[in-house]
């Protein structure tokens, strides 16, 4: 399906996800501060083997706790930001009248495709969205 602009009917629409990306990276930061837990629970186990368990015992915790509550956070962060940009925020902008709209006022055709193109310089921030030529 290919968005179309309420406005101006333009199919040329561009997707900020500023809700996606912020929330990603607070999700990430939140996840990774569960490292703190690890080296906590990391020495207190390692402390019955004495100080080199300590160590060994603090660095396993660092990393399996923080490698994994930095994913989990990301990944949860990350769904939460996408349905903020569908719900709340108008995620969608026109690249010809610069009108920005949500999903639910948007019209659709079919079928749509995310295309990775060159930013312009004004618009460092959208991902334009084209039809597929299939």
């Not at 912020?22 to 501060?33: F, P, V």
Request: charged letters at 15%.
């Amino acid at each position: 399906m290919t968005i179309i602009c309420p406005n101006c009917s333009s199919s040329r629409v561009g997707v900020k996800n500023y809700g996606r990306s912020t929330c990603g990276t607070l999700g990430s930061l939140a996840g990774a501060h569960l490292a703190m837990q690890g080296i906590r629970v990391g020495t207190t186990v390692g402390r019955f083997f004495g100080p080199p368990g300590m160590v060994i015992g603090g660095t396993a915790g660092l990393i399996i706790a923080g490698i994994s509550g930095a994913m989990l956070g990301g990944s949860t962060g990350t769904q939460l930001g996408s349905m903020i940009d569908d719900k709340i925020l108008n995620n969608y902008k026109c690249l010809d009248c610069k009108h920005t709209f949500s999903d639910s006022t948007a019209s659709k055709d079919d079928e749509y495709v995310y295309e990775h193109s060159t930013p312009s310089d004004d618009d460092d921030d959208f991902h334009p969205l084209s039809t597929s030529s299939q």
